[in-house]
């Protein structure tokens, strides 16, 4: 999710496993809020991250505000990571990567203290997940009545008909990527 919202240059918060409940459980799922501020993500929280017994993972009630405090924060206090490549999976675009320094020189500048960190993810990393999500959206895909399958969008849906390369427990299923 967090991802996702800075594509779209909107906040995101990813809380821990079981805050947010979703439905149906899943171990690999997590839920938060994707909101134009920190403010708005917040008193969403307040929402969100009440228990809901169909998800055996949420965490009971913590009675917490999660907007208390934030007009406290003082930027000369923050430790900020900033990630300029994650050297795996496409190149970070020039103008893009311009904007970013750009935003880490500015919050520095304004007092946070800016680190520069190097990305733990490799590209066999990423294509491990890749194989792995490709599993596992397949099986959902197989799962599914025809008329329900007829309703996903084409370029998801491409690769059904063929395996995918990998099954979730790893093991090569072909060479056709779905």
């Not at 899943?26 to 403010?39: C, D, I, K, N, Q």
């Not at 900020?80 to 520095?108: C, S, T, W, Y």
């Not at 309703?151 to 995918?164: D, E, N, R, T, W």
Request: contains cysteine; charged residues 20%; positive net charge.
């Amino acid at each position: 999710m967090r991802l996702p919202a800075t594509h779209c240059g909107i906040f995101a918060l990813k809380p821990s496993l079981g805050r947010v409940p979703v439905y149906p459980p899943y171990m690999g799922r997590v839920a938060g809020p994707m909101t134009r501020t920190v403010s708005d993500a917040a008193l969403f929280m307040n929402v969100l991250s009440r228990p809901d017994p169909r998800d055996f993972m949420s965490l009971p009630e913590n009675n917490f505000d999660f907007s208390s405090g934030l007009d406290e924060i003082k930027i000369n206090r923050l430790k900020i990571g900033f990630l300029p490549d994650m050297n795996a999976g496409l190149p970070v675009h020039p103008e893009v990567r311009a904007a970013a320094q750009a935003a880490a020189k500015a919050l520095a500048k304004a007092g946070a203290a800016v680190e520069e960190m190097r990305s733990f993810l490799t590209p066999e990393m990423l294509d491990g997940m890749a194989q792995f999500f490709e599993a596992r959206s397949y099986n959902d895909f197989m799962q599914m009545p025809a008329a329900r399958q007829r309703k996903v969008l084409p370029f998801i849906a491409s690769g059904a008909p063929g395996a995918p390369r990998a099954s979730a427990a790893g093991t090569s299923c072909g060479p056709t990527r779905w």
